[in-house]
């Protein structure tokens, strides 16, 4: 592919020797500060900063980069102004190597009669699709994959292997969920008497929105009786867990090893990141923002940052760390105080 084709397929402009052949796309900080470019390829440049630590850039390659810059290299596709990074996942999509699959269901997959499958769907080697399961258009299912009775797997959505979708679970459209991610196993309900414990019976589901996408090794609980459920364009990381009856929103990021207890509620474009713990029955407002191995145990308010252990308004708790740096400092004055105090007998007399 040459420069002027690939910047056609874009919708990007190319400067500079359009029939300049292009093998694929490199990563730029993946080289040590002043190494060459390689010849082929294009890398992804947009402030000067980048420029800096490689200042022979300009000299092979192919650059993507933003207008204002586009002169500083011999050979560039030229993204429009503040869409530098839209550019970018076009170009990344366009030289994705992720494998493609012939619709259909193979002859290793086990697939109940009373299931429907799509046409267009692909349904791979050592896959079951049980009884009263639907999975819809142009779905794909890899190794391993397990729908239990009545689960439904919604259209364009992609299934890596090994993850389980409980029975009566729900997955919208246009869904991705990685390896080994478990969707409606039973949330953590018991109920204990003198003399015993006892399994509160979950017989609820799990309800996931469109354009979903859950890491590897996500545990989502089914509800106690209801729903628990994922708004759409909500994004977890790796090794996420939501507990039992919980409801989160749309838009909402969540990073990994993250763990929600049960019945908690997240409103729309929350943010928490990683080896966060909510407590139970919390809500996080519209907006929050919860910061990195922090454990809330109290609602928060609409647009605010919390950080902490238990998680506070972020700007209280770094006065509070500031606070505590001092503390030994503090302790040895008011041991030198006390050394120069009189003693009480003293006061006395």
Known sequence: MTLQELAAALGLKAHGAPDYAIKGVRDISALSEGQDLEDGFVYFIESQAVLKR??????????LTTPAMAD??????????????LALI???????????FPAGVSSDAKVDPSATVAASASVLQ????????????RCVLYPGVVLEPSAVVGDDTVLFPCVVVGHHCVIGKHGIVHGGTVIGSDGFGFHDEPGGRHKI???????????????SGCTIDRATIESTTIGEHTKLDNQVHIGHNCRL?????????TGLAGSVVVEDGVMISGMVSVRDHVLLAKGTVVMGMSGVAKDTEPRTAYFGTP??????THKMNA???RLPELLARVRRLEDKAPSPEEVGA
């Open 54 to 63: 490689h200042p022979k850039a300009a000299e092979h390659g192919v650059v």
């Open 72 to 85: 500083l290299f011999p050979r560039a596709l030229i993204a429009p102004e503040g869409r530098t990074r």
């Open 90 to 100: 076009a170009l990344l999509k366009k030289f994705d190597r992720a494998p493609r």
């Open 126 to 137: 050592g896959s079951v699709v049980m009884a009263g399961a639907v999975v819809g258009e």
């Open 201 to 215: 019976p979950q017989i609820g589901n799990v309800v996931i929105g469109d354009h979903v996408e859950l890491g």
């Open 249 to 257: 929103g749309r838009y909402i990021y969540i990073a990994g090893n």
């Open 311 to 316: 998680a506070r308004p972020a700007r209280q």
């Open 323 to 325: 606070a505590l740096e």
